[in-house]
C-alpha cells in the first residue's frame, strides 16, 4: 500500500500554474520532514523543495525559487508544491518524499528519504 500519494500534474504552458498535492496513508508523517523532487527523462532524480514537519522552514533549489512554494496543511499531514511561471525545463516526474529521522533536520538530499510515492507528471509545453 502507497503510503505517499502524489496528484495535480498536468500538461501547462510555459508560464502556467499547477499545484501537487501529496496526501499520507498514516498519522504519524504529520511529524516527519517532507520534501518534493523530480526527475527528467535521461537525468537523475534532483532535489525541488523541502518543509520541516511544522511548517516553519522550507528550503528551495535555486532553480525553482521565486517561483515555487512548499505549505503543508494545518494538520501536516498533506503538502503541496504550488508552481508559478513554469518552464518547458520544469517537465519532469514529480516526486513527494518524507523523512521520518531527526525532526529538527530538513534534508534536501535524495538519499536521506525513506519514503515516497509513485510520482506524478507535469509537463510544461514552450
Known amino acids: 500500500q502507497a503510503q505517499l500519494m502524489e496528484s495535480g500534474g498536468g500538461l501547462v504552458q510555459a508560464g502556467d500554474s499547477l499545484r501537487l498535492s501529496c496526501s499520507v496513508s498514516?498519522?504519524?508523517?504529520?511529524?516527519?520532514?517532507r520534501a518534493w523532487f523530480r526527475q527528467a527523462p535521461g537525468k537523475e532524480r534532483e532535489f525541488v523543495a523541502a518543509?520541516?514537519?511544522?511548517?516553519?522552514?522550507?528550503y528551495y533549489a535555486d532553480s525553482v525559487k521565486g517561483r515555487f512554494d512548499i505549505s503543508r496543511d494545518k494538520n501536516k499531514y498533506t503538502v503541496y508544491l504550488q508552481m508559478n511561471r513554469l518552464k518547458a525545463e520544469d517537465t519532469a516526474v514529480y516526486y513527494c518524499?518524507?523523512?521520518?529521522?531527526?525532526?529538527?533536520?530538513?534534508?534536501?538530499?535524495?538519499?536521506?528519504?525513506?519514503?515516497w510515492g509513485q510520482g506524478t507528471q507535469v509537463t510544461v509545453s514552450s
Open positions: 518524499a518524507a523523512d521520518d529521522r531527526d525532526p529538527r533536520v530538513v534534508p534536501t538530499t535524495r538519499l536521506a528519504y525513506d519514503y
Open positions: 498514516a498519522r504519524r508523517f504529520s511529524t516527519y520532514s
Open positions: 518543509i520541516s514537519w511544522s511548517g516553519d522552514n522550507t
